[in-house]
């Protein structure tokens, strides 16, 4: 059984070594082109609001997943590349799933689904109108 949660600061640790383990495995695969890495600022950055890390542990508390679910708002339009202004003025406020990962031991046992559920949850509580994956 997994348990869903969001992420903190103290949980960046545990982000930067999940990321690891599935370019690693990636890379074993020749599939490293899959994966962008990501530096500790860029976690920082993301698990403040208006972003959110969804993160899934495993019964033993390993980080087995993680999620970033974000809100690109008009301070940043253009975070939504292939948007034309006059898009984004319809459709928003827009809701973006990016950077899923999933531990190489985790999966194929429907995470990413669940992950997705949580996400559509976590937009309608927050009221948004459209979701794009980034993913």
């Given at each position: 059984?997994?348990?869903f949660?969001?992420?903190?600061?103290d949980?960046?640790?545990?982000?930067?070594?999940?990321q690891?383990?599935?370019?690693?495995?990636?890379?074993?695969?020749?599939q490293?082109?899959f994966?962008?890495a990501?530096?500790?600022?860029?976690?920082e950055?993301?698990v403040?609001n208006?972003?959110?890390?969804?993160?899934?542990?495993?019964?033993?508390?390993?980080?087995?997943a993680q999620s970033?679910?974000h809100h690109?708002?008009t301070?940043?339009?253009?975070y939504?590349k292939?948007?034309?202004?006059?898009d984004?003025?319809l459709?928003y406020p827009v809701?973006?799933?990016?950077?899923?990962?999933?531990h190489?031991?985790?999966?194929?046992q429907?995470?990413s689904?669940?992950?997705?559920?949580a996400?559509?949850?976590?937009a309608?509580?927050?009221g948004?109108?459209?979701?794009?994956?980034?993913?």
């Open positions: 059984m997994s348990n949660s969001f992420l903190s600061p949980d960046i640790p545990d982000m930067l070594a999940l690891a383990t599935v370019m690693t495995d990636l890379k074993s695969k020749g490293e082109h994966i962008i990501r530096e500790t600022s860029y976690f950055k993301h403040q208006p972003s959110a890390i969804l993160g899934v542990r495993s019964s033993e508390g390993k980080l087995i970033i679910f690109s708002d301070l940043n339009p253009d939504i292939g948007l034309t202004l006059d984004w003025k459709c809701s973006t799933l990016q950077g899923v990962i999933i190489p031991d985790a999966q194929g429907g995470i689904s669940r992950l997705v559920d996400w559509i949850g976590w309608q509580e927050k948004y109108k459209h979701l794009l994956t980034r993913i």
